[in-house]
């Protein structure tokens, strides 16, 4: 059950629009180590908000809906919601999951069972698979990277809502992701993409992860000249 209630929605959704500098003083605030895996974003919104669940749970229907609300506020100029996001649940996955493996099977025709069968588990890893796609307006004034960026901006909203929640979630691609037939299962055009499927509800506790970067490897501040680190 979402517990946060709009305001805390709202600083959720802010996070992900944060400039540069507010976004280092907010990492400061928070006692940011960013050599390991220790901190995320989720830590802003403490104590209201809980650390995800290294449990693997489906997401209830408000849950749901709090992660789709937190994707309706992703920055979008021209206001073309550029983005589409398709839920996938229950025995929709194992569809999902023939999908991936003939995907798999069409790029590596000899491909064993036991390869098939393991494309077809990775549409079962979480209880609820967002696909997030672009729907781009081609004609429109805004340009297509812009829309894209919109669209990354709601998939990563939504991933920020279902960690506020305690849910495990995680983006990937993968070459499914690129396959056209993929694709046109969901009704996705050529024209526009799959960037990403969010695995909701997952166990977290084993998920790949990285050294989080340092922030003055990417700061600068520019004061006219060349810019400089921002931060030391
Ligand atoms: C567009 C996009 C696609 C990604 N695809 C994959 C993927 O297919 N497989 C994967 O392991 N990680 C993928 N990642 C990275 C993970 O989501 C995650 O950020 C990374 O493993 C680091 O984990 P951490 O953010 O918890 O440190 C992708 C990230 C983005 C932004």
Redesign the pocket.
Known sequence: MWQGGEPALRRLVALAQLPGDRYVAAEKAVGCSRTV?EWKPWSFFAPAIPHPSSVRRPPSKEAIEAMLEAAAHAPDHGRLQPWRLILIEGDARRALGEILAESFARRNPVAGDEALAREREKALRAPLIVVVATRCDRAAKIPVVEQFIAAGCAAHALMLAAFAQGLGA?????EAAYDEAVKAAFDIGSDDRI??FIYVGIDTAG????PRPVVHEFAQRWTGASPQQAIS
Do not use: D, E, H, L
Request: aromatic share 16%; hydrophobic share 35%; charged share 15%.
């Open positions: 895996n995680f983006w990937r691609t993968g960037i990403g998920a790949p992860s990285r």
